[in-house]
């Protein structure tokens, strides 16, 4: 039997020939161009913030205001102060009412089979983060939702973009005046860098400190200090980039002694493509042994909303809740703070 466990009744989007669209095409029965209509109805439960980083905040706190629950997607916002701001409406708003959209983490290969196989390597010796893709837009084109895109924006929305974003960096770079780089990196962090920064805090913990980092525009890389459970100290490396070759190279691998465990991520545009987890293995007869688990087919973001439901609903914990994602944003702040160092500025 199928649950319905979400109607959507109201669409806005600032252009209105996305909203035209998209009521259209998913009938949904009231559109409109003003976000407060769709915040202000007594008749919406949870309001879905699915606009661009820099009008998060204010939707996302409008809608606390408004005694809505919301689903705001990653990055929850640009800089740790933004963060902080929503997090206090939360609480003023009764707590618990925020899930952030890192579906990655709800991937049932993820929760299921890489942290069981990850817990069994009793001491880990290193990982090694990598995300490096192509443009969004190539896999997205093939996946046969016949997306289209609309740019009739009112002339002040750029504007108010544009000062948003200035704000928010200038609050991620405190105390230096932040280059265009500085903006680009933001913003990456912010896109690609944010799911597979979480999905290492959830799998390994929040690193001890930042060795180094480079900000190679469109490459970014990262080495992270660890410690493991017996005290000893091991190194993650994060690289990703997003440059023009159309392949989805995204993983988390773990390595042990005796035992690797990855995850591997295929782009989540074309829907139903696995994501499995990989391990290779010593045994006991010094042989070389490889598995592959995929726990479900259920797509990450139907598992991410069906997660999202028993909280909202029915009361359990949220997961990628604000406080969860305003630790991704203290830790993009350390490498900021390492890129100024190593620059001497
Ligand atoms: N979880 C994922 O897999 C995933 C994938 C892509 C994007 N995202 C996130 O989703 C968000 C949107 O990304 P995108 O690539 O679709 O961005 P986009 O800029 O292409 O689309 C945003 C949409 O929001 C509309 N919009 C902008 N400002 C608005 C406002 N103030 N009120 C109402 N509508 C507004 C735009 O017209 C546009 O239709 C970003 O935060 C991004 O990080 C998540």
Redesign the pocket.
Known sequence: MTVCRYTVISI????QQ?TDHVAAKFRIPHKTTN?SEVINNPDVDVVFI????E??ES?CISALKAGKRVFI???ISLSIPSTKRIIASEKAAGGAKVFV?Y?RRYAPSFTAAFLREVATIPKILYARSRDIVGP?DHFVNQSGTSPLKFFD?PSA?GEEQKRNLEILVGEAFPGVSPTERDVKYCRFL??LGSHDLSLMREALGFPESVAGVTANEPFYTAMFNYRNKSGEPFSVTYESGIDDVPRFDASLAVYGEKKQVSIVYDT?FVKGLPIKVKIDELNEHGEAVSREVLSSFEDAYTVELKDMYTCFALGETIKTSAEDACLDLELFHLMYKQLVKQEGR
């Not at 699915?50 to 980083?53: G, N, R, S, V």
């Open positions: 806005c989007d600032i252009s996305t976000p699915l606009a661009a980083d009008f998060h939707l997607e990653k990055p959209g579906m969004n924006f929305s912010g896109s989540p």
